[in-house]
């Protein structure tokens, strides 16, 4: 079947540095996404992953292990306006469509002062 | 500016009328999507469509109707046969083939049904 797994809730202080894991099981994985989403907003696209290894893009990194079923999102230097919903989508292509995404429930991450 | 866009950004309707959600880009994406979010679920599909004239029910089609009479337009209809409406709908697109064919979402129109 096709299960994807992220922690309901994280914390975490300003200016530190967080990792936000996704585990992932599917039978024809083509692609992971990551997408933030604040509070009664749509989700915003942060970050695709296919190939394993690590993707930077200013203070937001998105790894992944295709052998493992396994990314995580790394977000530095956190700032108050990083709280949010932290979304992990994979693409299947045995899912019946390539284009359609298998979705997490999401982590939602509070940074306090 | 290429975007997504959803009207209205709330909705509020009586039980037992059917409703259409608008969603319009201007990014020349072929394929375009509806997905509903309820608090404490992941994002569900309802209804897809890769090209004009042509769709795909998603995961939850029921009680829902689409058309995509031009590719820049993919309106959702809520009908009185959707058991729990009240739910916040987005609606996203992504470009045939580009690398990712990443998904874009427009803002969102919260229903609520009374």
């Known amino acids: 079947g096709q299960n994807i797994d992220q922690p309901t809730e994280m914390t975490a202080t300003e200016g530190a540095i967080v990792q936000i894991n996704c585990t992932y099981q599917?039978?024809?994985?083509?692609?992971l996404f990551w997408y933030q989403q604040h509070a009664g907003e749509a989700p915003t696209f942060l970050s695709y992953?296919?190939l394993d290894g690590l993707e930077e893009k200013g203070r937001f990194s998105s790894f992944l292990s295709r052998s493992k079923g396994y990314s995580y999102l790394l977000l530095k230097e956190l700032q108050m306006k990083d709280s949010a919903s932290y979304l992990c989508a994979v693409r299947d292509y045995n899912a019946g469509n390539n284009r359609k995404l298998i979705w997490g429930l999401g982590t939602s991450l509070a940074v306090n002062p | 500016d290429g975007g997504i866009t959803q009207s209205p950004k709330y909705l509020f309707r009586k039980e037992g009328q059917n409703v259409t959600l608008s969603c319009e880009q201007n990014?020349?994406?072929?394929?375009m999507y509806w997905y509903r979010q309820d608090p404490g679920q992941g994002l569900r599909l309802i209804y897809y469509s890769q090209i004009v004239n042509d769709f795909q029910k998603g995961d939850i089609a029921e009680g829902y109707s689409v058309s995509r009479e031009k590719k820049e337009s993919f309106p959702l209809t809520v009908t009185s046969a959707q058991k729990n409406p009240t739910a916040f709908y987005l609606c996203a697109s992504s470009g045939a083939g580009t690398k990712d064919e990443t998904q874009y979402f427009g803002p969102g129109t919260r229903l609520l049904v009374l």
């Open positions: 992953n296919v």
């Open positions: 599917t039978s024809g994985f083509n692609g």
């Open positions: 990014l020349n994406h072929d394929a």
